[in-house]
């Protein structure tokens, strides 16, 4: 049975979230299409527990000097490896957020920063360029933004500025996954009149996307 991992970050679940919105509508068309596939939702801004802290940059660090974790670091160590060995055994990946200030929210960039383990995600190979070690996976990235960084009518700068976007799928892609797609629900903030004909039209792509993933 497909195991579908849903990354959450957004510090509420409640209507009027167009976020959630949009997330909805890709999961229930998901689900109407593959309704025995296992889904795991985290919401990371409600639930984020092994962020890079003090404790993990020491793990770090004594992993690299080959010298040994004490206990602290051990507990650490061994409950965070559940959450990683969670992501390594998805199959697919649903990732969905709002974006703030051109970027992901910060825990969301704390969850990259927890999957992104030498050994586990990816390895360096012989001459120290790291190698991805996730194969044959999906992601799918559903992201909220009051501007427009997409469109094609919008500047052709606005797309770089979408900071978000680009690094989630650099982070996957040196992770080893390339099956990478956005939907994007954009410009309701900079464009009122028309924010529901956008984000009807952005649920319709979601719902699109769900059939398809
Ligand atoms: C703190 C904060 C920062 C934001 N930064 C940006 C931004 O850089 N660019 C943008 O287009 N929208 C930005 N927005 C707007 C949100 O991305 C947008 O309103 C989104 O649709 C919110 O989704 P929601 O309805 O689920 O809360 C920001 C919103 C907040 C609260």
């Given at each position: 049975m497909p195991k579908v991992l849903v990354i959450y970050a957004h510090p509420e679940t409640a209507k009027g979230s167009s976020t959630h919105e949009l997330y909805k509508h890709f999961i229930n068309s998901y689900i109407e299409k593959n309704p025995d596939d296992e889904i795991i939702v985290h919401n990371v801004s409600e639930y984020?527990?092994?962020?890079?802290?003090k404790i993990a940059v020491s793990i770090y660090n004594k992993n690299l000097a080959k010298t040994a974790l004490n206990a602290d670091e051990a507990r650490f160590n061994d409950s965070r490896q559940q959450w990683i060995d969670e992501f390594v055994n998805a199959d697919k990946y649903v990732f969905v957020n709002p974006m703030y200030n051109l970027f992901l929210p910060a825990e969301m960039k704390s969850y990259i920063d927890m999957i992104m383990q030498a050994h586990d995600t990816f390895h360096y190979d012989k001459d120290g360029n790291s190698v991805g070690d996730l194969h044959h996976k999906k992601v799918i990235h559903l992201q909220t933004s009051?501007?427009?960084?997409?469109?094609?009518?919008?500047?052709?700068?606005s797309k770089i500025q979408d900071l978000a976007d680009q690094y989630l799928c650099m982070m996957l892609h040196l992770m080893g996954v390339d099956d990478y797609t956005s939907v994007f629900a954009e410009g309701m903030d900079h464009d009122p009149l028309h924010a529901i004909e956008i984000l009807d039209n952005a649920y319709n792509n979601a719902e699109k996307a769900g059939k398809e993933f």
């Open positions: 984020m527990p092994f962020p890079l802290n009051g501007g427009n960084y997409h469109d094609s009518n919008s500047n052709p700068d």
